[in-house]
């Protein structure tokens, strides 16, 4: 590749595809929080198989996207100072679908005490508690679970902790995320959702095949503030550096040298995101479509980055 950085044909591309899927990757695709607790054995668990029901694909059922918030919103607060709790919540609220708690520990205790303060939050919540805390006259069944209770009864899903029938807790489960997706929650559809500029950073990376970290950030940051207006964590650079990190982390990237490629975790990942969405077909029309127009410059010996 040529050492010089066209930047009026990588934003051109970026922009292309920024303007054809994003909007596709933010509501298109069903994607919920799954919280309880977070074990460090990520291969059992209850929740860990919860997790693996949920995203199964079915003949009648694409599955949703799962996502546990701690890999998340642990990154972003230990990246960007600035944000706080209630930050981090709202962009919670705007990001999936639905969030599903399991009463479990502690932590998601405090998480559904502080959710259900949120009026965007607690439209989406969906609970899952031991049937043996069910008569109890406790503040936390009295207080967030009643008034979850009180808006739909359904959202409050009791289950067997020892002998759970996962296949019914699953079809419940299901079944009031569904009725989240019929409502048509407002998903943001700015950079501000980190769940789609996380998949969309992916489909960057994988159109170009290898990018360089100056250029992604450069053309991302370009591209997107000026024609969707972001606020100001995008423009300080904050959101993308930390959904990075995040990739990273997750070995969905890798940095070889200066540049970033997708790892074959990465691809299967992306490969399962665009199944899941409603709009696959033009997803992926559109990423061969710049496939194409990258294979066709070079050809002609521009190189991108």
Known sequence: MPVFINEQNLESIILSLFEST?????????????????????????????????????????????????????????????????????????????????????????????????????????????????????????????????????????????????????????????????TRFDIDETVNNPIALQIFILFVIYVFEKISRDSLRKALKTIVGVKVGVESSFEDDKLVGTIIKILIKKNHIQLNGDKYVITSIGKEEMKKTIGRSFSRFQITKTLDECRIRILNLERKGVKLN
Do not use: C, Q, W
């Open 22 to 182: 994003y909007r596709y990757i933010s509501k298109s695709t069903p994607s919920i929080f799954l919280i309880g607790s977070a074990l460090k054995n990520r291969t059992s668990g209850s929740r860990e198989k919860i997790r693996r029901l949920i995203e199964k694909r079915s003949p009648y059922h694409r599955g949703y996207e799962v996502y546990y918030p701690e890999d998340l919103f642990d990154e972003l607060m230990k990246s960007n100072k600035g944000f706080n709790l209630l930050d981090l919540e709202n962009m919670l609220a705007r990001s999936v679908h639905g969030i599903v708690i399991i009463l479990s520990s502690p932590g998601s205790i405090a998480e559904l005490g502080s959710f259900s303060n949120n009026e965007n939050l607690l439209s989406k919540l969906i609970v899952i508690v031991d049937k043996k805390y069910k008569n109890k006259n406790s503040f936390i069944m009295l207080g967030p679970v009643k008034l979850i209770k009180d808006r739909d009864k359904d959202r409050v899903i009791f289950y067997d902790s020892i002998n759970t029938d996962f296949p019914e807790l699953i079809n419940k489960i299901k079944k009031e995320l569904s009725k989240n997706i019929k």
